[in-house]
């Protein structure tokens, strides 16, 4: 049984550019959730996907969006990217619309020069 | 809005022996669940062990446990008989009562912990 798995595992952009990042949730769950986490830190919440709609939402600028697909895969769209929006990106799936427990990926290492 | 704090941001220990990592929260709420989650250097957050803060009593897992002090928000994790593998960086995190809080987790800065053969 595939866990949680992210593509592609590092990337690197220009400031200004936009990125996304995709995720497969484990099998059986039907929510995702996205995270931020810059070096030393701890994760931030982005957002959380269920029903192809974004249900939460952390103090993120709308520059970060989402999607979420049929097959509850999603993906983290950010536009003009900053150089702070260098960090690594966790996607997280649960079942039972969120209440189960969080499953992480390996994460997405963005750099952005 | 809910905080976790993590207040050592490095800790060692010497393999076999037993160290606790610290954790304090500020919520006005009564209802939440508290998790520690391990981060090896393959970054996948792992969890280890969690504890729902209608029980009163604490979570055990193997090697690891907790000591839960709800009315002074406290969270510390204990482990035990500490091995190589346990290295790693761990964050405490939380979680508002399930029906409202969906996947959301706030988590503290993190403690790296190095285990010393």
């Known amino acids: 049984d595939a866990g949680v798995t992210q593509s592609p595992t590092h990337l690197i952009k220009t400031r200004g550019q936009q990125v996304t990042l995709r995720c497969s949730p484990k099998?059986?769950?039907?929510?995702v959730s996205w995270y931020q986490q810059a070096l030393g830190q701890g994760p931030q919440f982005i957002f959380q996907?269920?029903?192809?709609?974004?249900?939460q939402r952390g103090n993120f600028p709308d520059r970060f969006s989402g999607h979420q697909f049929p097959n509850y895969s999603s993906e983290l769209n950010v536009n003009a990217l900053l150089l702070g929006d260098s960090a690594l990106y966790l996607c997280?799936?649960?079942?039972?619309?969120?209440?189960?427990?969080?499953?992480f990926g390996e994460g997405s290492r963005l750099t952005v020069l | 809005a809910q905080t976790v704090t993590q207040s050592q941001p490095e800790m060692s220990v010497q393999e076999a022996e037993t160290v606790t990592l610290s954790c304090t929260y500020d919520?006005?709420?009564?209802?939440?669940?508290l998790f520690w989650y391990k981060q090896p250097p393959s970054r996948q957050m792992i969890l280890v062990i969690r504890?729902?803060?209608?029980?009163?009593q604490n979570a055990t897992e193997n090697r690891f446990s907790v000591n839960f002090q709800k009315a002074a928000k406290s969270f510390s994790l204990k482990i035990s008989d500490s091995q190589l593998g346990d290295a790693a960086m761990y964050f405490c995190?939380?979680?508002?009562?399930?029906?409202?809080?969906?996947?959301?987790?706030?988590f503290g800065e993190g403690t790296q912990l190095t285990v010393n053969p």
């Open positions: 997280a799936s649960s079942g039972r619309q969120g209440r189960s427990e969080l499953f």
């Open positions: 996907y269920y029903e192809e709609e974004e249900r």
């Open positions: 995190a939380y979680r508002r009562e399930v029906e409202t809080s969906g996947s959301r987790l706030t």
């Open positions: 504890q729902e803060a209608y029980k009163q």
């Open positions: 919520t006005s709420e009564s209802d939440y669940y």
């Open positions: 099998s059986g769950h039907d929510t």
